[in-house]
């Protein structure tokens, strides 16, 4: 089975700092997605990755930026946390075109 | 662009019966369609995929039906169980990525004992 692993479950952090949220794949998938989760919103895309060191902007990619330096590590960057981030973050991978994403548990992060 | 529409509101069942729900697009249709169940508190999980030329798949107690031309997909559980009390997204493929999924807000699924 693939298993999508993020760093922290829940997370608290004060506004202006850097946040890195993390993500581990392990079944060699080319492409990472970061996903934010607010209630009524649904999973809005911000960034995704489809190869090492290569990365999109999904739909809400304004205050995030993203790093990828080894395939199975997909990085979430909060330049300078604001309190609207907070939210849940989910990150996923897939191995292709027209694959099911699987997905992490989740990091719920509050920003005071 | 694409707009996908589940119903926000809460399906409520009894226990044994079907269960079945809407996901609508209003604009293109896609390629493949996917539907995935959510926990709270957890990432969700993928159960079916069901492609443009198929009209239905199925899996185990699952079923998906495609109608392009409704631009719907009907999901359906059978004998349904409390366990199966959960959020039900639907994802459709982006037109211009193949990669990228679009996701719907989600119906939530009671099912009474």
């Known amino acids: 089975d693939v298993k999508v692993t993020q760093s922290s479950r829940y997370l608290v952090k004060r506004t202006g700092e850097k946040v890195f949220l993390e993500c581990v794949q392990d079944?060699?998938?080319?492409?990472m997605f970061w996903y934010r989760q607010d209630p009524g919103l649904g999973l809005r895309l911000i960034y995704f990755?489809?190869?090492?060191?290569?990365?999109e902007k999904g739909d809400i990619p304004e205050g995030y930026s993203v790093s990828r330096e080894k395939k199975e590590r997909f990085s979430l960057i909060l330049e300078s946390a604001s309190t609207n981030q907070t939210s849940m973050y989910l990150c996923?991978?897939?191995?292709?075109?027209?694959?099911?994403?699987?997905f992490g548990d989740g990091t719920r992060l509050s920003i005071l | 662009s694409q707009k996908i529409e589940q119903n926000s509101e809460a399906l409520n069942i009894q226990e044994g019966k079907t269960a079945t729900l809407t996901c609508n697009y209003t604009?293109?249709?896609?390629?493949?369609l996917q539907w995935y169940r959510q926990d709270p508190g957890r990432g969700p999980v993928f159960l079916l995929l069901?492609?443009?030329?198929?009209k239905e798949k199925r899996k185990e107690r699952l079923k998906v039906t495609f109608d392009t031309t409704l631009k719907q997909s009907l999901f359906h559980i059978t004998a349904s169980q409390p366990a199966d009390s959960a959020t039900y997204l639907c994802?459709?493929?982006?037109?211009?990525?193949?990669?990228?999924?679009?996701f719907g807000s989600g119906t939530r699924l009671l099912v009474r004992p």
């Open positions: 996923a991978s897939s191995g292709g075109i027209n694959q099911p994403q699987h």
């Open positions: 079944m060699d998938h080319e492409n």
């Open positions: 990755s489809y190869d090492v060191k290569m990365k």
């Open positions: 604009n293109y249709s896609p390629a493949y």
């Open positions: 069901i492609r443009e030329n198929e």
């Open positions: 994802a459709l493929d982006e037109m211009d990525s193949s990669y990228k999924l679009i």
